[in-house]
């Protein structure tokens, strides 16, 4: 009897084990798959990256005043920018496979700018466009200093060391969830070229591999740009025949393949440049309600660093690689408002999701990436070609890479402690309160045409809608708050928290793994060591 109650012990279930490193990534950080299969996988984030790159500029250049040349040439702008950046970020930054484009924390004090009443005297439309683009820039020139200040001066460095696992649920989980607008809502705007994509992605990239077996992993690396290809040349068919002829003109927008205005406006070669729509103008009340903006930039950043870090199988990234991070997303910004690119820089999330769902967290892939970016961005008419891509069809895109960066945000309840009321409050309440507070703050502005902050003072009502308006950041503000103040010096809460597992990861040098995945390419650890 004592054998056989032995042996049912033996046969129960147990927890399935922590992994500081996510398991089951074919390529981690440091490895590259061969240069053939890299360049198709480097193209195919850049497919992903479009989305984002066009839909800012398609909704603030026109308020701005500007046409569809000017939003062609904005468009190729952020998108050679963008290319910079991330070879900056993966070279010198935090060196993880991440792509730096356009922010949507950027878009409130934008459009504040161009509403502003200070050119009602301006009555050409380009003229308009010129003043207001120059008063962006300042502003976002301002706003890059203190993001530098943040990062380089080690202010993140301090935050990141008191960030534990519990905290970072929350912040990870709504850097992909709260962008649940950009999904199925931008689907259904054309649900007959939206959903189709939406189901082709999940069947290839979940249901296939495992029917075919393959070794290879084509149609789960590859799943993107076969969805998109099927679906596009779909939408072209229906266009071409006229499905669309007596829909309303929003539905036309969406569907249409013809209708971006993008590929007869982008010039045939052009490289961008610094001040090429001419000086910038500082406004101070502008430069404000731009740093709170890269405030958010910050944050949800740094939410994708995190996800990157397991998707590319690394371990836990250090405060001071982090810090190092931020401070050249704050370059990344600057380098905005030097080229004009009408918002500010920020780690792409669908980026960090197509990592999960390839399993591959090469930086090489990246890198190979930041080339088609500064490529197409020269050769206006190919970029333009690709970006006319019905935003529908990228939306049910976002709808699985958001989901992935999201899942990465639940993986670190491995290293909590599930079972205490504390862990279960923090995590709840955080997530809950990132999610319905902006969710107020957006149906307000949306209803009364301003933000329940409402002084005289518009840049401060701008700072506060900004900040409240992003989930990731209304739930790290929370999360944070009562993980360290919450129970502070009772003995279990270390071990609750899960900050026992990160405690190795604290200092570059405490961890001899830090080094493969994050020291400094040329030697150049000598001359800027990591503390």
């Excluded at 955080?430 to 933000?451: A, D, H, K, R, T």
Aim: glycine share 10%; hydrophobic share 45%.
């Amino acid at each position: 009897m004592a054998a056989g109650h032995g042996g049912g012990k033996a046969d129960e279930p147990g927890p399935h084990p922590v992994k500081e490193q996510l398991p089951g990534v074919d390529f981690c950080v440091a490895s590259s798959p061969p240069w053939p299969e890299a360049i198709i996988l480097g193209f195919q984030h850049y497919l992903v990256m479009l989305g984002t790159t066009v839909i800012i500029p398609t909704l603030v250049v026109p308020l701005m005043g500007g046409g569809d040349v000017q939003k062609a040439e904005v468009i190729n702008t952020t998108l050679f920018v963008a290319g910079i950046n991330t070879l900056l970020q993966t070279l010198f930054g935090t060196r993880l496979p991440v792509v730096i484009g356009s922010s949507y924390a950027f878009i409130i004090p934008t459009i504040s700018v161009a509403l502003s009443g200070r050119y009602n005297n301006i009555i050409d439309p380009y003229k308009r466009f010129e003043a207001t683009m120059r008063y962006t820039q300042g502003a976002l020139i301002i706003s890059s200093f203190f993001t530098c200040i943040i990062g380089f001066f080690g202010f993140w460095r301090i935050f990141a060391r008191f960030l534990s696992p519990l905290a970072a649920v929350p912040l990870v989980i709504l850097t992909g969830l709260g962008l649940y607008e950009r999904g199925f809502p931008k689907v259904a705007q054309c649900i007959e070229t939206g959903l189709p994509a939406l189901i082709i992605l999940v069947f290839l990239s979940q249901y296939v591999p495992h029917m075919l077996k393959s070794k290879f992993g084509i149609f789960e690396r590859f799943a993107v740009l076969f969805s998109v290809a099927i679906v596009w040349v779909y939408a072209e068919i229906l266009t071409a025949a006229g499905a669309y002829d007596h829909r309303s003109p929003k539905t036309q927008l969406s569907c249409r393949t013809d209708r971006s205005g993008l590929l007869s406006a982008a010039p045939w070669i052009k490289v961008p440049y610094p001040f090429q729509w001419g000086t910038p103008y500082f406004e101070a009340g502008d430069a404000f309600a731009m740093m709170a903006a890269a405030f958010v930039a910050i944050i949800e950043s740094t939410g994708t660093y995190i996800a990157a870090t397991r998707f590319g199988s690394a371990t836990h990234i250090p405060p001071s690689i982090l810090s190092r991070g931020i401070g050249w997303l704050g370059i990344g910004i600057l380098l905005d408002g030097l080229f004009g690119t009408a918002s500010g820089s920020t780690a792409s999330v669908e980026n960090a999701g197509l990592l999960g769902l390839t399993r591959v967290g090469s930086r090489r892939v990246i890198q190979i990436s930041a080339g088609f970016m500064l490529f197409f961005s020269v050769l206006g008419k190919f970029g333009a070609l690709l970006a006319s891509i019905p935003l529908p069809i990228m939306a049910a895109l976002y709808c699985v890479l958001f989901a992935y960066v999201a899942s990465a945000g639940l993986g670190f309840l491995q290293f909590c402690n599930l079972n205490s009321f504390r862990s279960k409050f923090i995590l709840g309440f955080s997530i809950f309160m990132g999610i319905s507070v902006p969710q107020y703050f957006n149906e307000y502005l949306l209803i009364s045409g301003y933000g329940p902050v409402h002084t005289h003072a518009s840049w401060f009502n701008n700072i506060i809608q900004v900040i409240f308006s992003s989930p990731a950041t209304v739930a790290i503000i929370v999360a944070f708050f009562l993980d360290c103040t919450h129970s502070y010096g009772h003995s279990s809460i270390r071990h609750d928290s899960g900050r026992h597992w990160w405690e190795k990861f604290r200092y570059f040098d405490s961890e001899i793994r830090s080094e493969e995945f994050y020291s400094l390419p040329f030697n150049l650890n000598k001359f800027f060591p990591s503390f």
